[in-house]
């Protein structure tokens, strides 16, 4: 008899539009972990006599104006994207869950820090990011952290509506009677019963912060240029898009199927998970 884990991974990927956005995820994680070997040159070193050359045998996806291949340097801005976007999902789950998770269980603490949730979620995310980052600085961790606290309500207001119907649960009801501590029933009880949401909710704000990190970069206010990231490359070449197009065309079909690959995919994770929705599948 299958396990659970196989049981579930089959009914997720028996459609197949679900089965194709993770292989090509996968296709870039592989790419982002494996990009010494995978790309074919240095993603920064400089053949200016090769600037703006088009798609060929020697460059599979061409040059950009200072003639570094663009194949590698989307490889490798993989590397940075995917792991900006991940390192922001880890944040922000941990954060908005334990956020949330108070929010939830202390009704005395739900008011005042819903209210500072509804004050950030009010303002744009672009806006919100861009005037982080003027402030900390043009780094990673700082691009990391704008991002994180950009995202992590979203987080909070998932963990928080779950947690209170949870709460008035039965099982949360005897735990308390029988002298459970308030950490054990938040993280045993709670928290394991809430998982579900923010699982789905993490591949959303993952596709999110990818997008999110590519405006940022295009903007002139993400990562420092010389680190190879998707939304950089558009940003510099943007000049030159109209006498060589794949120097923007390449790097924009990147974001493109990562983020929708991880919404397609949280898609098949919340159809799944949710039992009304998994039911009318």
């Known amino acids: 008899m299958a396990s659970p884990t196989v049981a579930f991974l089959k009914r997720l990927f028996r459609r197949k539009l679900v089965l194709a956005a993770a292989c090509v995820l996968l296709v870039f994680v592989l790419a982002a972990l494996f990009a010494p070997w995978v790309a074919p040159y240095d993603p920064g070193a400089l053949r200016v006599i090769r600037r703006l050359k088009p798609p060929s045998e020697l460059n599979w996806l061409g040059t950009d104006e200072f003639g570094r291949d663009v194949l590698s340097r989307i490889v490798y801005g993989a590397r940075a994207s995917l792991g900006i976007g991940a390192a922001v999902v880890a944040i922000s789950i941990a954060a908005g869950s334990a956020i949330g998770l108070t929010a939830g269980y202390f009704r005395r603490l739900d008011p005042p820090i819903m209210r500072m949730v509804d004050a950030v979620m009010a303002l744009p995310d672009i806006l919100l990011a861009i005037f982080l980052v003027a402030i900390l600085g043009s780094s990673i961790f700082n691009v990391v952290f704008a991002l994180a606290i950009v995202y992590t309500p979203r987080?909070?207001?998932v963990v928080r509506a779950?947690?209170?119907?949870?709460?008035e649960q039965q099982?949360?009801?005897?735990?308390?009677?029988?002298?459970?501590?308030?950490?054990?029933?938040?993280?045993?009880?709670i928290l394991m019963n809430v998982t579900s949401p923010v699982l789905v909710q993490a591949t959303f704000i993952f596709a999110y912060a990818?997008?999110?990190?590519?405006?940022?970069?295009?903007?002139?206010?993400?990562?420092?240029?010389?680190?190879?990231t998707w939304g950089e490359m558009i940003a510099s070449a943007q000049q030159y898009a109209d006498q060589a197009f794949w120097v923007v065309l390449f790097p924009g079909l990147a974001i493109v199927l990562a983020a929708l690959s991880l919404q397609v995919v949280g898609d098949g994770l919340r159809d799944q998970l949710d039992p009304k929705l998994r039911k009318a599948l």
Not at 162 to 167: D, G, M, N, P, Y
């Open 155 to 157: 987080v909070v207001r």
């Open 162 to 167: 779950s947690a209170l119907v949870v709460r």
């Open 171 to 189: 099982f949360v009801e005897a735990a308390r009677a029988i002298g459970a501590s308030t950490p054990r029933i938040l993280f045993r009880h």
């Open 210 to 228: 990818v997008l999110a990190e590519a405006g940022l970069s295009f903007l002139g206010a993400g990562v420092p240029p010389e680190v190879p």
